[in-house]
């Protein structure tokens, strides 16, 4: 499986915090993803920790 089909599957990666975001707010769940692993690159503390915090919190505020 390439790394874009990858990307764009709603279901993988860690928590599911981008598929979610991008299935509530009409985004591209790839681009998405994609940024967030920029972001992630770029400044790797920020990145994982809004990740982390996004993951436990975003559920219930989506509820």
Do not use: H, I
Not at 23 to 40: E, N, P, Q, Y
């Amino acid at each position: 499986m390439k790394l874009e089909q990858r990307m764009r599957n709603p279901s993988k990666w860690l928590g599911g915090l981008c598929g979610q975001l991008a299935s509530d707010l009409g985004w591209s769940v790839f681009w998405l993803r994609l940024s967030w692993v920029v972001m992630t690159l770029l400044s790797p503390l920020w990145g994982v920790g809004l990740y982390v915090v996004g993951s436990v919190f975003y559920p219930k505020l989506r509820a």
